[in-house]
């Protein structure tokens, strides 16, 4: 079984940063993807950034420039380092990945159970 854990959520005020970590542990043969997504009330569940195995990124507009997503293989964790957050940033913030849970069989989507940023003005 597969599970994903995010950690480093919380309040912060307009300009401050915040750093998110989602951790994949079970049965893990290969960890391909992995995307964040956020959603804020009465909104869409959006993509903010996400990350190839081999380190090729991709980001939403909205956060070019302001926020970096990384990942640490050996530890099948991937990072959302957040600064000069903005109010329109406060959202839900989820954890995806495209994992193979063993070697000869599918890879599916797993998601974790979301963390709450919320920025202040």
């Known amino acids: 079984q597969v599970q994903l854990v995010e950690s480093g959520g919380g309040l912060v005020q307009a300009g401050g940063s915040l750093r998110l970590s989602c951790a994949a542990s079970?049965?893990?043969?290969?960890?391909?993807?992995m995307t964040w997504y956020r959603q804020a009330p009465g909104r869409q569940r959006e993509l903010v950034a996400a990350?190839?195995?081999?380190?090729?990124?991709r980001y939403a507009d909205s956060v070019k420039g302001r926020f970096t997503i990384s990942r640490d293989n050996a530890k099948n964790t991937v990072y959302l380092q957040m600064n000069s957050l903005k109010p329109e940033d406060t959202a839900v913030y989820y954890c995806?990945?495209?994992?193979?849970?063993?070697?000869?069989?599918?890879?599916?989507?797993?998601w974790g159970q979301g963390t709450q940023v919320t920025v202040s003005s």
């Open positions: 995806n990945a495209d994992i193979q849970p063993t070697e000869l069989g599918w890879g599916f989507d797993y």
């Open positions: 990350i190839a195995k081999g380190g090729s990124t």
């Open positions: 079970g049965s893990i043969f290969r960890l391909n993807a």
